[in-house]
């Protein structure tokens, strides 16, 4: 096969697959520049970061300069929502197009499919440089369609001795933050670090967080943009490519470097108004536990302790928000960023002490909503704001149509490049998610314009008025004025996706 170029890709990728797509709005390749040159992508994600945790959405507190800058670019869409507020689950469906029912990578420890195809598979066949730099969360050693692939283990590498106190650290294993990401690596032998490891006193799996050992230029989030900048450096001018660079800040553990960490105060933190304030017999018995004990960080209980957590996870969104601005200065100053697609998001939220909840794992917004920043030249306008409910579900299909591509058959998330290029449509749209399948009590939501549905199986169910009641503390499902569309958004629900079938 010829040597992919761009002065030859139109001819062979673009071109052979632009008859296929149905362009909403846009032409194919939507996002490419006038000269014909097919657009790069760069895909920027974190982990954990909660939806209103940005400048640029109004937030007083945190310092995201860097990210308020690329939403002033760019389109932002502020009721986008991840499928499973879970890292593989969620990832699994941004890079796949399918929702975890039909891509199977269930749970934290399933490895994805082989046969489940991802972004790398579709832009790698039509000559694009593929590349995964970061956090993707793979649980195996397959590299799923990318030709460049770096991640935690590759960090490790780096750091050599220094591995000892990102150990020290973590303190248990935790696939989610490397140590090591693949599980099987240490199955058959056992935790090579037991023994070794001086335990911290916390309560729970993971600590309320504290100032690294570790030096900054050693940190993840420098990793990843060094490392990505040396890709745009090699690669970004001799052939289109599609960039994911993915940060594991502000995800535990919530260890920022002393210089960011001095910028936040425990007691400057003010915990939510709905701290304290949730009705116990108007939610779910599952989420009434985690109310009440946390089990992963049992201090967070504790409004003090709960302040110096939210203080160390601002410090590392700043740490992370740092090191975004240094790759897109450095897609500037290569020239790249005028034929290169950008955008930003998380794989989930963090309650971050709403509803006296923390962390991930629920249907409520600060959990299953996620910040989406979308800049495609020559398309989006600066600093708009869309308010259609949208999901993370769709961002295959919305990038394969900018870029010109085939939309493959059988994907569950539909193009939402119209909206990229008419952000001030309708507020209007249905989104799901799930979470908990193949356990022995799944859980489902409904979010359709302003109202969200979520069931739980043998549980209380909830319906909330997300217009009147942003801070989902009136529970609707049961009362009588509301029972007519509570039951409509059921029937919904259940033909999307039937609760019984993902029992285990």
């Not at 535990?252 to 400057?268: G, L």
């Amino acid at each position: 096969m010829a040597k992919m170029t761009r002065r030859n890709f139109l001819a062979t990728g673009v071109a052979a697959t632009a008859g296929a797509v149905t362009p909403r709005g846009v032409s194919a390749p939507a996002g490419g520049r006038a000269d014909g040159n097919p657009p790069n992508v760069l895909l920027i994600m974190s982990d954990q970061h909660t939806r209103n945790a940005l400048g640029a959405s109004g937030n007083s507190v945190v310092r995201t300069p860097n990210l308020d800058a690329l939403a002033r670019s760019a389109v932002r869409l502020d009721n986008a929502y991840c499928t499973y507020p879970v890292c593989v689950c969620s990832r699994a469906s941004l890079l796949s197009g399918l929702y975890t029912h039909n891509h199977r990578a269930y749970n934290n420890s399933t490895p994805w499919p082989f046969e489940v195809k991802t972004l790398g598979h579709y832009f790698g066949r039509v000559g694009y440089m593929t590349g995964m730099i970061g956090k993707m969360h793979f649980v195996d050693a397959q590299t799923h369609g990318f030709d460049y692939k770096l991640d935690f283990n590759d960090w490790h590498q780096y750091l050599g001795p220094k591995s000892q106190r990102v150990a020290e650290e973590i303190v248990d294993p935790n696939s989610g933050s490397g140590l090591p990401q693949i599980d099987d690596l240490w199955r058959d032998s056992g935790d090579p670090w037991t023994g070794l490891i001086p335990q911290d006193g916390r309560q729970g799996y993971t600590s309320i967080g504290r100032i690294s050992a570790l030096a900054e230029e050693d940190h993840f989030e420098n990793f990843v943009a060094r490392e990505s900048i040396r890709f745009l450096r090699n690669h970004g001018k001799k052939q289109p490519f599609f960039l994911i660079s993915s940060f594991l800040k502000p995800h535990d553990p919530v260890t920022p470097p002393e210089r960011f960490a001095k910028m936040f105060h425990a007691p400057d933190m003010k915990l939510p108004d709905t701290w304290g304030m949730v009705k116990m017999d108007t939610i779910p018995a599952s989420v009434q536990r985690q109310v009440k004990y946390c089990w992963w960080a049992p201090e967070l209980r504790y409004p003090e302790m709960g302040k110096v957590h939210m203080a160390l996870y601002y410090s590392c969104l700043a740490h992370m928000d740092d090191n975004v601005g240094k790759l897109l200065r450095a897609l500037t100053d290569l020239g790249l960023d005028e034929n290169t697609i950008v955008l930003y998001t998380s794989d989930h939220g963090e309650m971050l002490g709403e509803h006296g909840l923390w962390g991930k794992m629920f249907f409520y917004e600060g959990s299953v909503g996620v910040p989406l920043i979308f800049r495609v030249p020559g398309i989006t306008p600066p600093n708009a704001q869309c308010l259609a409910p949208v999901s993370l579900v769709q961002l295959a299909p919305t990038l394969l149509e900018l870029c010109g591509l085939n939309i493959p058959v059988g994907l569950d998330g539909t193009s939402m490049a119209r909206l990229l290029h008419q952000p001030n449509a309708p507020a209007e749209g249905t989104v799901f998610a799930e979470m908990s399948l193949k356990t022995h009590q799944p859980a489902f939501m409904i979010r359709q314009n302003n109202l969200k549905y979520s069931y739980y199986m043998d549980d209380l169910d909830e319906l909330y008025d997300l217009r009147s009641d942003p801070a989902e503390m009136k529970n609707l499902s049961q009362l009588l004025e509301f029972r007519e569309k509570r039951d409509e958004l059921k029937r919904q629900l259940f033909a999307w996706q039937k609760p019984e079938a993902q029992i285990a």
